[in-house]
């Protein structure tokens, strides 16, 4: 499977700023990114779905203007959690998917980010 | 809507006893299948997917799964649980491009 990596690993930072996560396919090139919210103990929620040079979509219920994502080359993608609270403390993972997987939907995960707001 | 259901929340099983855990899916068409892994506080691993043809698969560590149209079922399974199995389980479905994934089953193993 593909190589997907994420920076930072852990965060901690206070209410109110904001917080970006990298997150990198090392081996192949990704058309297509996906980012996750997993609260604890519990399954991984889709949050928005990101094409290379596109705008993002975004699932329901998902702030747009609070999770600022950019996929601006095929490697590359990042998440801003914007004006951070305590309730966006959460475990974000991205997957990515290359265009021999479109059809069958295979991702491959990135080993998630811990943010913690205070 | 489709949907999946992971009906065991927690199951705990002896090092070296056989593991079985349930997924049951709910999808109008022929369903691309998967199931991942997940340690503590790590991303997800992928076990093995289906997506047509043989309706046993094959996965890595040892497990293997089988799609039953009839009964709209993948379990996933491992005829011998080794301490190291012991993490959080999903299984997912591809629904129109997105992963929809169960709510998942932790995996406890004892001595």
């Known amino acids: 499977g593909a190589v997907v990596s994420q920076h930072p690993s852990r965060v901690i930072c206070k209410s109110g700023t904001s917080v970006k996560i990298e997150c990198r396919s090392l081996d192949f090139q990704a058309t297509t990114m996906f980012w996750y919210r997993q609260f604890p103990k519990q399954s991984l929620m889709l949050m928005a779905t990101s094409n290379e040079g596109s705008k993002a979509t975004y699932e329901q219920g998902v702030e747009k203007d609070k999770f600022l994502i950019n996929h601006a080359s095929l490697t590359l993608s990042t998440l801003t959690v914007t004006s951070a609270h305590p309730e966006d403390s959460s475990f974000y993972i991205c997957?990515?998917?290359?265009?021999?997987?479109?059809?069958?939907?295979?991702?491959?995960f990135g080993p998630g980010t811990r943010l913690t707001v205070l | 809507a489709q949907s999946v259901t992971q009906p065991d929340i927690h199951i705990t099983v002896s090092e070296g006893a056989s593991l079985e855990l349930r997924c049951n899916y709910s999808y109008g068409a022929t369903p691309y299948l998967f199931w991942y892994v997940q340690s503590p506080g790590q991303g997800l691993q992928l076990l093995l997917k289906?997506?047509?043809?043989?309706?046993l698969v094959q996965g890595i560590k040892g497990f293997e799964a089988e799609f039953k149209r009839s009964q709209s079922s993948f379990n996933l399974r491992k005829p011998s649980v080794h301490w190291s199995d012991a993490a959080e389980y999903f299984c997912a479905v591809d629904s129109w491009g997105k992963l929809q994934f169960g709510a998942g089953t932790q995996v406890v193993v004892t001595p």
């Open positions: 289906y997506f047509s043809g043989d309706t």
């Open positions: 997957s990515t998917r290359g265009e021999a997987s479109v059809r069958y939907n295979e991702q491959f």
